[in-house]
Structure formats: C-alpha cells, structure tokens
C-alpha cells in the first residue's frame, strides 16, 4: 500500500513560480516512475511530467517544456514540480501519482492541490 501527501500549489499571478511537492509512503523500494497531472475545469485530466526513479529522466508535455522541471529527492522519497512563467491556462487541480514495479499502471494518486493562475 502507497499514500501520496501534496503540498504547495495556491494563487500566483501570471509570471510567478510555484512549487509542489508530493511525499510517498509505503512500499517505497518498487517505485518505478512518479509523475504530475493536472485537470482544469471541465476538461480530461492530462499528464503534466514523469520522472524515472533509478536515473532521474524527465518527460514533459509541449506546453510546460521550458517552464516546469521536476525532480525528486530519493532519499525522502519526494517528487517535486517547480513551476515558472505561470500561465493562465496553467489553472487546475494537480496530483500526483506514482507507478509501482513491475506494473505499468499509475497505481495511486495523491489528494490533489489547486494552482490558480491569474491575469
């Protein structure tokens, strides 16, 4: 069993940065990969970026390449997002959520933490 615990996220104005934050506990020795997504308002939830957990590689999607990174921290078993240049259509809900070896599923997902980005 996997908990997921988020943390940061709130209200920035276009241009500003934020960082989240997303704590794994449990069976922490079969991460795999973590990854963020996020879901604005009426629409589908979308995969934001991934990091593999034994060498750190990174997949972003087009519209945060160059704004967000992520990264983790392996020895608190943390990934983070730091967000910069906010836009706002960056505005949603974000999770995170983690997959576990040897599945290729995204197992468990973290409570979700609001980004509002205003004008």
């Known amino acids: 069993q996997m908990q997921l615990i988020q943390s940061g996220g709130g209200l920035a104005q276009a241009g500003g940065s934020l960082r989240l934050s997303c704590a794994a506990s449990g069976n922490t020795y079969a991460i795999k990969q973590m990854a963020w997504f996020r879901q604005a308002p009426g629409k589908n939830r979308e995969s934001v970026a991934s990091?593999?957990?034994?060498?750190?590689?990174?997949d972003y999607r087009n519209s945060v390449k160059d704004r967000f990174i992520i990264s983790r921290d392996s020895a608190k078993n943390t990934v983070y997002l730091q967000m910069n240049n906010l836009k706002p259509e960056d505005t949603a809900v974000y999770y995170c959520?983690?997959?576990?070896?040897?599945?290729?599923?995204?197992?468990?997902w973290g409570q979700g933490t609001q980004v509002t980005v205003s004008s």
């Open positions: 959520t983690i997959r576990l070896l040897p599945d290729s599923n995204w197992n468990y």
């Open positions: 990091i593999v957990w034994h060498n750190g590689n990174a």
